[in-house]
């Protein structure tokens, strides 16, 4: 996650802010899940894999309830006490362009892996895992980063800025 999407731990919230929180858990639960399914896809050259978890992001960009990543978390492992939530004020819009992002890369991935493009689906899958493990391992989502980035260029549709600090 980039530094615009951690506060500091002075920074007192306004009240906008305080209804603005994600629970950084979850999205650990779906980078973990997305990086541990495409490396399968790859091991098993399955395309089918790779559709899937595009789907299971695109659902996450979404905010569906349905989201496997959700249900997963929310149904499995936070109610066993496995992963335990970490909410913090943030906005959730970045990262969900981030799953979108994803979803995009692995649709596009799984196109040219069936279209006899193996090479460049599986780059793009490559790509995906890597940004994955770069969020997962160093807090650095470059998706956030991105919708920022677009924000300060004033791009419409992209109307959140960082939390103020």
Known sequence: MPRECIPESSHIMTASEASRRVDQSGLKVGQATTIIALVIAFVLASPLIVLLVGIAQLLGALDSPYG??????????????????????DNPEPHRFAMLVGAIFNFAATAFLLLGAPA??????????????????????????????????????????????
């Not at 895992?129 to 998706?143: S, T, Y």
């Open 68 to 89: 496997p990543y959700r249900l997963l978390y929310q149904n499995v492992l936070k109610p066993r006490g496995i992963v335990k939530p970490n909410v913090i004020p």
């Open 120 to 165: 460049v689906g599986w780059v793009l899958v490559w790509v995906v895992i890597v940004l994955a493990n770069l969020n997962f391992w160093l807090n650095f989502c470059a998706g956030c980063w991105m919708y920022y980035q677009a924000n300060k260029l004033g791009i419409p549709g992209f109307d959140r800025a960082p939390l103020a600090r």
